[in-house]
């Protein structure tokens, strides 16, 4: 460890890396906190670097934001600049909102979430590839200029730039930054990621096999894990929002108002029942049940637990349906929103999930929590 620290270390850093060790050697789990300022990330780089080096490891190193992810790549070239060993070699990740050339040129793709952006991330290489001079340009110079490639490999091996400063190489040169991300990864001893490339299971399965690598042979280090619990619970939520079913509205009045379950009810109508159902649910719970005929406000509530079970009993009563007729309901809305989303593809746009996220949100019993937002 002492070869691998870059700085003149304090006693309470000489006690962290210790017990750090401690940890890593008997394949344990720590958790520690400490002050801003006391040198936590490099304590941490220090002492798994030197284990995963020494026993053939790998390090996952998560964090919560941008600037985070930056000073865990500004400390690993400190401790690369002290020991020249060409073994450290670390890589920051970043999603495909921020890595997209494409994305960087337009807001709406941009705005796109994980799922939205890996759809048209999909199509536009499939273009790329079938079709000469349609598709992601970025992605077809990646394919075609293997030397260019080559050469940003190469430079990221030495320099190890941040994934703000790859990103801006690889838009000089008109390559895209994830496709040569995915490439390098696999050589990196230190990977630096969001915390979704960890906890959203689709995209750890996605790094795991770029990283070639099995579990076990990782160290994984989360930094500010306080963090975790408010954005578990943000990942694993389903949401149901007014504009969600506003955005609904006004898709079906561009691309058609089908019936569903069989005639049942159209799609707006669907969306707009729903609308007055949340719209009574938060008046109900957040602003306070009748009194008299008087709806009692309370001006300091901005949120309220919403019982299990509430939302779809009231669709079921309103609409005189079974709890079976409504799952129909929801399998229908979800084929709309992929001919949706296919419709959207072919003008080149990005394929929105409005209707897919609605579907999600559906449920059936879950425990709901209104927020004004």
């Given at each position: 460890?002492?070869?691998l620290f ?8 000489e006690?962290?890396?210790?017990e ?6 008997k394949?344990?789990?720590f958790?520690?906190?400490s002050?801003t300022?006391?040198?936590k990330?490099i ?8 284990y995963a ?5 790998r390090?996952?190193?998560t964090t919560r ?5 930056q000073q ?6 400190e ?8 073994r450290i070699?670390g890589?920051?990740m970043?999603g495909?909102?921020n890595?997209c050339?494409l994305a960087?040129?337009d ?5 796109g979430?994980?799922e939205e952006?890996s759809?048209f ?5 499939k273009?790329?590839?079938?079709e000469?001079?349609?598709g992601c340009?970025?992605?077809?110079n990646?394919l075609?200029d293997?030397?260019h490639?080559?050469t ?7 320099t190890?730039?941040?994934a ?6 690889c838009?000089k040169?008109?390559?895209?930054p994830y496709?040569?991300n995915?490439?390098?990864?696999h050589d990196?001893c230190?990977?630096?990621?969001p915390?979704?490339y960890v ?16 579990e076990?042979?990782?160290?994984l280090?989360?930094d500010?894990a306080?963090?975790l619990?408010?954005?578990?619970r943000?990942?694993?939520s389903?949401e149901?929002s007014?504009?969600?079913?506003t955005?609904c509205?006004m898709?079906a009045e ?5 019936s569903?379950?069989?005639g049942?009810?159209?799609v ?10 949340v719209t009574?649910l938060?008046?109900?719970y957040?602003y ?15 949120d309220a637990l919403?019982?299990?079970h509430?939302?779809?009993v ?8 079974t709890?079976?007729t409504?799952?129909?309901i929801i399998a229908d809305l979800?084929?709309?929103?992929e ?6 593809q072919?003008?080149g746009?990005?394929p929105?999930r409005i ?8 449920g059936?019993g879950q425990?709901w929590k209104w927020?004004n937002t």
């Open positions: 460890m002492a070869e870059p700085y003149v270390p304090r006693k309470n850093q006690e962290i890396i210790q750090i060790t401690n940890a890593v050697t394949g344990q789990q958790v520690f906190e002050g300022g006391s040198g990330t304590c941490v780089l220090a002492a798994a670097l030197s080096l020494e026993h053939n490891k390090i996952i190193y934001t941008n600037a985070q992810q865990v790549i500004h400390e690993l070239r401790i690369k600049k002290k020991t020249n060993d060409t070699y890589v920051g970043q495909r909102g890595m050339l960087r040129e807001p709406e793709i941009q705005n979430n994980s952006l759809r991330c999909a199509h536009q290489k273009l790329a590839v079938s000469k001079k349609k340009r970025y992605y077809r990646y075609g293997k030397e490639v080559q940003l490999m190469e430079q990221a091996q030495r190890l730039p941040t703000e400063e790859f990103i801006e190489t838009e040169k008109g390559i895209c496709e040569v995915k490439l390098i990864v990196a230190v990977v630096v990621v915390y979704v906890f959203d299971k689709s995209i750890r399965i996605k790094l795991f096999d770029w990283l070639a690598i099995a076990e042979d990782v160290i280090i989360i500010e306080h963090n619990p408010d954005y578990l943000e990942l694993f389903a149901l007014t504009w969600m079913l955005s509205l898709e561009q691309f058609g108002n089908p569903l379950a069989d049942r009810i159209s707006s109508a669907f969306c707009k029942e729903l609308l007055d159902v009574v938060r008046d109900t957040v306070g049940m009748l009194e008299g005929g008087i709806r009692k406000i309370n001006p300091d509530k901005n919403i019982p299990s509430e939302l779809d009231e669709l079921l009563s309103r609409l005189k349906i709890s079976r409504l799952k129909d979800r084929a709309y929103g001919k949706i989303q296919e419709y959207k072919k003008d746009r990005l929105g209707f897919t996220a609605l579907v999600c949100s559906l059936f425990q927020t």
